[in-house]
């Protein structure tokens, strides 16, 4: 479907929008500015008549139009102007139409909503211009220029290994570094949680976004998800460009941009590398508007894939430190009581017997075990003993320092590796473990005592030695009727 306005003006356009009420909107406002103005409902209708006719500009409102299903047709009728003037108003929550459209032909744009006087500049500005020459300098080179230094140097933030924050951090120290830029920032989506400002950084140190926001975190539960463009972007996985901070239509955040000198944002999202939505987003602030040509949006959204696999890594690094913790933690630590178990305590006594003769310094061996622990299991079963073991270690943790290390080295028995301590204190805390454990209350059995060895480590002794010795004394203590301690032989 189409339509023809009045001639009133002195060149020929063509508007292309679905929606009849916004057609008749632009007539109303820009009409005049044309001697010929046709309208156009699709790009059926707007392929017809620029067959038919010459068209001086084009201008195609994106507003209405569906990404996903209009896409491939407006990009045919860009092609088609053949470097012929074109015009594009974009919605500033879906920029990502401009990079696609640039693809496909040489254009212009403004961002969205616009009103009617600066539409009607914008297109008189345009109709003045007429084509470009083909050879005719513009600033891109200069641009593109920029943004390749800017990637390097965002490569370099990334390329240092650190955790996620310290590398947002200097991802958004770089993107300050390009002209323009008066603060950036990185949002995140947190695993499982939501997004937050995980990092900014700017030339004006009281911009804060969190301030300007109103929080720092769960940011898409934020009223301001739908205007900012930071949080845009990653909420709908989308580039966002906001050129004037009035056409958010939020007055409170278009005053407190302009307060810091803020007149454009542009939020790019952070892919995730895999199927669902974006893992946060990218967002510059400029302090001033200006308009991107297709090769820089396409750089810019290369960044944005960068810094997604630079996030990525760091993700994975954290990860795998986290894993390594817990594969150490479970290789080293007895599941049932929690305290370290055989292989790691043998382990460790090698290490303090090292630390012990190169300091010169007395190591004290305490092996203890649970007194007729068999005949808890028989008579109050397996699950009270499970808990008896669990109670007579945390016991057993509360009471020696922290520099001492326990041990479960095998079913009831236990040990306690002593740094810098003699036989006689060793002595000392083998009898404040027997009483205190005597004095604990056992859930499902009241009480049980435990049998104590102790041996001080000799000069040129072993572990293996060492060992066997403290286990002898435990043995005499168990011989000698229970619930005592006795010293290990030289």
Same mark, same amino acid.
């Given at each position: 479907?189409? *339509?023809?306005?009045? $001639?009133?003006?002195?060149?020929?356009?063509?508007?292309?929008?679905?929606?009849?009420?916004?057609?008749?909107?632009?007539?109303?406002?820009?009409?005049?500015?044309?001697?010929?103005?046709?309208?156009?409902?699709?790009?059926?209708?707007?392929?017809?008549?620029?067959?038919?006719?010459?068209?001086?500009?084009?201008?195609?409102?994106?507003?209405?139009?569906?990404?996903?299903?209009?896409?491939?047709?407006?990009?045919?009728?860009?092609?088609?102007?053949?470097?012929?003037?074109?015009?594009?108003?974009?919605?500033?929550?879906?920029?990502?139409?401009?990079?696609?459209?640039?693809?496909?032909?040489?254009?212009?744009?403004?961002?969205?909503?616009?009103?009617?006087?600066?539409?009607?500049?914008?297109?008189?500005?345009?109709?003045?211009?007429?084509?470009?020459?083909?050879?005719?300098?513009?600033?891109?080179?200069?641009?593109?220029?920029?943004?390749?230094?800017?990637?390097?140097?965002?490569?370099?933030?990334?390329?240092?290994?650190?955790?996620?924050?310290?590398?947002?951090?200097?991802?958004?120290?770089?993107?300050?570094?390009?002209?323009?830029?008066?603060?950036?920032?990185?949002?995140?989506?947190?695993?499982?949680?939501?997004?937050?400002?995980?990092?900014?950084?700017?030339?004006?140190?009281?911009?804060?976004?969190?301030?300007?926001?109103?929080?720092?975190?769960?940011?898409?539960?934020?009223?301001?998800?739908?205007?900012? $463009?930071?949080?845009?972007?990653?909420?709908?996985?989308?580039?966002?460009?906001?050129?004037?901070? %009035?056409?958010?239509?939020?007055?409170? !955040?278009?005053?407190? !941009?302009?307060?810091?000198?803020? %007149?454009?944002?542009?939020?790019?999202?952070?892919?995730?590398?895999?199927?669902?939505?974006?893992?946060?987003?990218?967002?510059?602030?400029?302090?001033?508007?200006?308009?991107?040509?297709?090769?820089? !949006?396409?750089?810019?959204?290369?960044?944005?894939?960068?810094?997604?696999?630079? !996030?990525?890594?760091?993700?994975?690094?954290?990860?795998?430190?986290?894993?390594?913790?817990?594969?150490?933690?479970?290789?080293?630590?007895?599941?049932?009581?929690?305290?370290?178990?055989?292989?790691?305590?043998?382990?460790?006594?090698?290490?303090?017997?090292?630390?012990?003769?190169?300091?010169?310094?007395?190591?004290?061996?305490?092996?203890?075990?649970?007194?007729?622990?068999?005949?808890?299991?028989?008579?109050?079963?397996?699950?009270?003993?499970?808990?008896?073991?669990?109670?007579?270690?945390?016991?057993?943790?509360?009471?020696?320092?922290?520099?001492?290390?326990?041990?479960?080295?095998?079913?009831?028995?236990?040990?306690?590796?002593?740094?810098?301590?003699?036989?006689?204190?060793?002595?000392?805390?083998?009898?404040?473990?027997?009483?205190?454990?005597?004095?604990?209350?056992?859930?499902?059995?009241? *009480?049980?005592?435990?049998?104590?060895?102790?041996?001080?480590?000799?000069?040129?002794?072993?572990?293996?030695?060492?060992?066997?010795?403290?286990?002898?004394?435990?043995?005499?203590?168990?011989?000698?009727?229970?619930?005592?301690?006795?010293?290990?032989?030289?």
């Amino acid at each position: 479907m189409s *339509q023809q306005a009045e $001639p009133q003006g002195q060149r020929s356009g063509l508007f292309v929008n679905p929606a009849a009420a916004r057609r008749a909107q632009f007539q109303a406002d820009c009409g005049s500015g044309f001697a010929s103005l046709m309208l156009a409902d699709g790009v059926d209708a707007a392929l017809e008549l620029l067959a038919r006719e010459p068209i001086d500009l084009l201008v195609i409102d994106l507003e209405r139009f569906d990404p996903e299903l209009d896409l491939a047709g407006l990009a045919q009728l860009v092609e088609a102007r053949a470097g012929a003037p074109v015009f594009v108003l974009c919605p500033f929550s879906n920029a990502r139409w401009l990079p696609a459209l640039m693809a496909r032909g040489p254009l212009d744009y403004a961002i969205a909503p616009l009103a009617p006087a600066a539409l009607c500049a914008a297109l008189a500005a345009q109709l003045a211009a007429g084509p470009a020459p083909a050879a005719a300098p513009t600033p891109r080179e200069t641009e593109l220029l920029e943004l390749a230094a800017l990637r390097a140097r965002v490569q370099a933030a990334l390329s240092e290994g650190d955790d996620i924050g310290a590398l947002a951090e200097r991802v958004c120290e770089a993107l300050c570094s390009w002209p323009g830029v008066v603060h950036a920032a990185l949002f995140y989506l947190q695993p499982g949680g939501d997004l937050q400002l995980q990092a900014q950084h700017g030339v004006r140190r009281e911009l804060n976004l969190a301030r300007v926001l109103g929080r720092g975190e769960r940011l898409l539960q934020s009223p301001l998800r739908h205007a900012f $463009p930071g949080l845009l972007a990653a909420a709908a996985n989308t580039i966002v460009l906001l050129d004037a901070p %009035e056409k958010s239509g939020e007055p409170e !955040l278009t005053e407190a !941009l302009r307060a810091h000198g803020v %007149e454009m944002v542009l939020g790019l999202p952070v892919p995730a590398g895999g199927p669902g939505g974006a893992r946060g987003s990218l967002c510059l602030l400029f302090d001033a508007s200006h308009p991107f040509s297709r090769d820089a !949006l396409d750089a810019l959204e290369a960044l944005a894939g960068l810094v997604a696999v630079g !996030l990525h890594m760091a993700d994975m690094g954290r990860e795998s430190d986290e894993l390594l913790a817990r594969l150490t933690h479970i290789s080293t630590t007895d599941a049932l009581t929690g305290v370290a178990n055989r292989r790691h305590g043998e382990a460790l006594l090698e290490q303090e017997i090292k630390r012990a003769r190169r300091y010169r310094l007395p190591l004290a061996l305490i092996a203890f075990d649970i007194d007729r622990f068999k005949e808890v299991n028989d008579r109050y079963g397996h699950p009270v003993g499970d808990i008896a073991l669990r109670t007579v270690a945390e016991a057993a943790q509360g009471l020696v320092r922290s520099s001492d290390i326990v041990v479960r080295s095998g079913g009831e028995d236990f040990q306690v590796i002593a740094p810098h301590t003699s036989a006689i204190d060793g002595l000392k805390m083998a009898e404040k473990l027997r009483v205190a454990i005597a004095a604990t209350l056992i859930p499902g059995c009241d *009480q049980v005592t435990v049998s104590l060895g102790v041996a001080q480590l000799g000069d040129q002794e072993s572990a293996d030695s060492l060992t066997v010795r403290v286990n002898a004394a435990l043995a005499r203590a168990k011989r000698a009727g229970r619930n005592c301690v006795e010293l290990a032989m030289s």
